[in-house]
């Protein structure tokens, strides 16, 4: 285990068609990750992501599952491949569930399950057009905050994902977002476009895909970390298992203080990151939070080698 090294596990906005298709012909792990998945999910999860569309896989309950198992496999390459370990990790929301199983919390198969059903329960939550999410690029947090609490009238708008200093993802009712989008240009943002999402994440009018889910992972099997996880939700670690449970009922409605957790791992010495899954997203912000962190992707041959022989 390196005391300087952790790993990240990127969320929703990663996948695309295609990915980790290079890998999959040097590691058969990746195709035996996939077929597990497929198993627990009814369909063929490998196939959707070499062969269907982009609008397929950005469905929620596919795209949770989706990332989850991209992850888990780069994961097992970078085991067989005696990759250095890390002492920390920490997951980007969805991202957070592929630290958890990496980390031995949560089994592989019973995360899919959970991830596939904290999809479709975050679908159901709001209905279509109802909801929606944008960024806001360049303009304070606390601005942000304050145009939120006026732009709500009512209704529910708030900030949700803090990715990093000058990048903050807002969310709520539909109107109440378009109204904050207004009011943070007004502010002074450099930009503010919605994003293409199906439902506000990471909002309190996801209670309900809370309530729903907070059965399914009560009654699974949490294991104590073998890497300690730093949450979302408070951005600090957690050892004790049913403890990790609620943490993670709770971050279905709350935001995702990413900020703060890259803070926490270099507060306790990391400066090197490596991003295990699909895209570079986390590598970037983890770069944007604090520069002199060392951060490497694994999306397919050349970024894994790379990371491998720099870590």
């Known amino acids: 285990m390196k005391n300087n090294l952790a790993f990240v596990f990127p969320g929703q906005g990663s996948q695309k068609i295609g990915m980790l298709a290079e890998l999959a012909q040097n590691y058969g792990v990746v195709g035996e990750t996939f077929a597990e998945a497929s198993e627990v999910l009814g369909y063929d999860l490998w196939d959707l992501v070499q062969n269907g569309t982009q609008e397929e896989i950005t469905m929620t309950e596919r795209t949770q599952p989706l990332l989850l198992t991209a992850?888990?496999?780069?994961w097992r390459i970078w085991q067989q491949e005696n990759g250095a370990q890390p002492v920390l990790m920490a997951g980007h929301s969805l991202g957070e569930w592929s630290a958890l199983v990496c980390s031995g919390v949560v089994a592989f198969k019973d995360a899919v399950r959970l991830v596939r059903n904290r999809g479709a329960y975050m679908q159901d939550a709001v209905a279509p057009g109802e909801g929606a999410m944008a960024a806001i690029i360049g303009?304070?947090?606390?601005?942000?905050?304050?145009?939120?609490a006026d732009a709500c009238q009512g209704q529910e708008v708030s900030a949700v994902n803090f990715n990093s200093p000058g990048q903050v993802v807002i969310a709520g009712n539909a109107a109440a977002v378009e109204r904050a989008i207004e009011g943070c240009k007004a502010a002074g943002a450099k930009r503010a476009m919605p994003l293409p999402?199906?439902?506000?994440?990471?909002?309190?009018?996801?209670?309900?895909?809370?309530?729903?889910?907070?059965?399914?992972?009560?009654?699974?099997?949490?294991?104590v970390p073998q890497v300690l996880v730093v949450h979302n939700v408070n951005a600090k670690t957690e050892g004790d298992p049913e403890k990790i449970k609620q943490l993670m009922i709770e971050q279905i409605c709350s935001p995702v203080l990413w900020v703060d957790c890259v803070n926490t791992l270099t507060t306790n010495g990391v400066d090197t990151v490596v991003e295990c899954g699909a895209g570079k997203v986390l590598s970037g912000l983890c770069k944007r939070i604090d520069r002199s962190v060392n951060s490497y992707a694994t999306e397919d041959n050349d970024s894994l080698a790379q990371a491998l022989t720099a870590v």
């Open 139 to 148: 303009l304070d947090d606390d601005k942000i905050k304050a145009v939120c």
């Open 197 to 223: 999402v199906s439902a506000p994440f990471h909002t309190s009018l996801m209670q309900p895909a809370a309530d729903r889910l907070a059965s399914e992972i009560l009654a699974t099997e949490f294991s």
């Open 71 to 74: 992850s888990v496999a780069v």
